[in-house]
């Protein structure tokens, strides 16, 4: 497929790594719902060299580096299928989206945390297709979890040692 350069999510536009992630519309309408002030460095920050740097050190300070992390993702996930499945989401689903994946990684983080305490735990782990649907899905009890990497180990050895995102 030969993709010509231009934003099929902005009315065909010059793409840019700006356009996708911060000046199209969608994207300044996703941000101004997950994290309204990157509007405001952004405008700031734009021509700077060391941009991303400190974008990530605005967003950690502020507690959202995780939220921004993964709201960039979402938007160039979305341009991803806009391009080649013509299919787009809307703003506010790309949030809702966003931050559903934030929360639920932060509360596996935290059973993960009480787990090292205490004398039980479990892993699990479940495979959706690009339509959410779940494919296959696989649990097991252990006597402790150390640390993620422990966990990790304990996936390569129940055979889901080739997962392309994990939570």
């Known amino acids: 497929m030969v993709v010509e350069g231009s934003y099929v999510v902005c009315d065909n536009c010059d793409e840019s790594v700006e356009l996708v992630f911060f000046s199209c519309p ?59 499945s013509a299919t787009c989401c809307s703003p506010i689903s790309l949030c809702i989206a966003a ?34 649907s779940i494919l296959a899905s696989a649990s097991r009890r252990l006597s402790f979890i150390s640390s993620a990497f422990h966990g990790d180990d304990k996936k390569i050895e129940g055979g889901m040692g080739r997962c392309l995102f994990d939570l």
């Open 26 to 84: 969608l994207a300044a309408r996703v941000w101004s719902y997950a994290a309204p002030w990157i509007e405001v460095y952004q405008a700031d920050w734009r021509n700077l060299d060391d941009f991303w740097y400190r974008l990530m050190e605005r967003a950690a300070s502020l507690g959202q580096f995780d939220l921004v992390l993964v709201t960039l993702w979402s938007l160039w996930t979305n341009r991803n299928k806009c391009l080649h």
């Open 99 to 132: 931050d559903k994946l934030v929360q639920d990684t932060q509360a596996i983080e935290a059973m993960e945390e009480r787990a090292k305490g205490g004398s039980r735990a479990g892993l699990g782990v479940v495979l959706c297709d690009g339509e959410g």
